[in-house]
């Protein structure tokens, strides 16, 4: 029996075999086929493996760079995005200089970071802070000086205002010791006053004469007279401290005789201002004078009550 060859099955007559030309056709046709089936996978002469389109040809492929509007060897989106990216960008280092260092690994539950060098903190535990007591002479929980203050104060302590001026009818406001003297002292001078007129109603009651003529009755009244809003002008007083070491100032009036007690009331709205007014006045004929440590430089107005004596 002939044998057959590996790839194509071509028979091959044994050496004694008789030569048959069907045989030889057969073997032609199957070589035929296979040539036939080569030259079909060829494109312009060159061998493919995959199948391709009819007629297709092969050309040499060029690919222009890619930018930001047209593709290329890369997406135009890509190269948009590759011309964001600076030169070396992917080398970056973080610094780990002072000022660029992160907050350190590690900590727990009420830990707080704590200075440990130049640009570096360490976590570290929170200690509870504890304050002295303020002493007069150590700061506290307020300074010594404060605390210097607060021993001073009495308790229950309440601000209390100081008032100059005894015009004030404020009721929470306390007067100054410089008014509570001149108040002092207006009221000696009008205990004085009601003590000698008094004595001059005792001695009245005293004498025989049980009943005043007319004319007694009106020597009488006019033994006390007051004359109100009486201005003593600061224009008016004298330099006499070369002298008498005062200032001096005269009232006059036809009312005013050597026997004559003259009673000068500062009205309360200028008191402040009469401080250096001599609280004694001597009287003569015609005229009070005033006398003052210092010059004085407002005008004051007055009140000036005039007692006759009774001789």
Not at 192 to 220: I, M, P
Request: net charge negative; hydrophobic share 35%; proline share 2%.
């Amino acid at each position: 029996m002939a044998n057959k060859t590996t790839n194509y099955d071509l028979v091959k007559p044994l050496p004694n075999e008789y030569y048959d030309v069907a045989i030889q056709n057969d073997n032609m046709d199957i070589i035929d086929d296979e040539l036939k089936k080569l030259e079909d996978n060829k494109v312009d002469n060159l061998k493919v493996l995959t199948d391709v389109p009819a007629g297709a040809k092969f050309t040499d492929t060029t690919y222009t760079k890619a930018t930001i509007s047209k593709d290329g060897l890369m997406a135009k989106e890509d190269k948009e995005k590759l011309d964001g990216v600076e030169e070396g960008a992917n080398n970056y280092k973080h610094p780990t200089s002072a000022g660029n260092k992160h907050i350190p690994s590690g900590g727990s539950a009420n830990q707080i970071l704590r200075y440990n060098s130049s640009g570096t903190a360490v976590w570290s535990d929170e200690n509870d802070t504890t304050y002295p007591k303020a002493t007069t002479t150590k700061d506290g929980l307020m300074s010594k000086e404060d605390k210097s203050k607060l021993n001073d104060i009495d308790d229950g302590a309440n601000k209390i205002i100081v008032n100059n001026t005894l015009t004030s009818t404020n009721t929470t406001q306390a007067l100054s010791a410089r008014q509570g003297k001149q108040l002092k002292d207006d009221l000696v001078v009008v205990e004085n006053d009601l003590v000698t007129l008094d004595n001059k109603v005792k001695t009245h009651e005293a004498d025989n004469a049980k009943h005043l003529q007319v004319g007694e009755r009106e020597s009488w009244n006019n033994l006390t007279k007051v004359k109100k809003n009486i201005t003593i002008l600061a224009t008016g007083w004298v330099d006499d401290t070369l002298a008498s070491g005062f200032w001096i100032y005269e009232i006059t009036g036809a009312d005013i005789t050597v026997d004559t007690v003259v009673d000068i009331n500062i009205h309360l709205t200028d008191l402040e201002k009469a401080t250096n007014i001599k609280s004694s006045n001597l009287s003569s004929l015609g005229k009070v004078t005033l006398y003052a440590d210092k010059q004085i430089i407002e005008d004051i107005v007055c009140d000036i009550k005039l007692i006759k004596e009774v001789m």
